[in-house]
């Protein structure tokens, strides 16, 4: 069974910063790639950031220059660190893990719950 847990949303004021992390647990022999994506009221989930098992990244127009996504191999964890955060990046943010296992060897997509942030003006 594999988990994945996402943390540190919240309200902050716009210019604001915010570090969400998500970690997986359970089954994992390893993780190629690792995903942010959100959804705001009234909108389609659209994807903010991805890494690769390798560190190679890619950012949504949106959030270039603010967001950075990184990863922590040896915990199972991706972060995204979020700076001068607008009142338009108000959403669910959700991560997203194609996670390899014994049962999945090509690998199998893993959603967390959800966390909200919510930019204030």
């Known amino acids: 069974q594999v988990q994945l847990v996402e943390s540190g949303g919240g309200l902050v004021q716009a210019g604001g910063s915010l570090r969400l992390s998500c970690a997986g647990s359970g089954s994992i022999l390893s993780i190629p790639a690792m995903v942010w994506y959100r959804q705001a009221p009234g909108k389609q989930r659209e994807l903010v950031a991805t890494?690769?098992?390798?560190?190679?990244?890619n950012y949504a127009d949106s959030v270039k220059g603010r967001f950075t996504i990184s990863r922590d191999n040896a915990k199972n964890t991706v972060y995204l660190q979020m700076n001068s955060l607008k009142p338009e990046d108000t959403a669910v943010y959700y991560c997203n893990m194609r996670i390899r296992n014994v049962l999945n060897l090509n690998g199998r997509d893993y959603w967390g719950r959800g966390t909200l942030v919510t930019v204030s003006s």
């Open positions: 890494v690769t098992s390798g560190g190679s990244t």
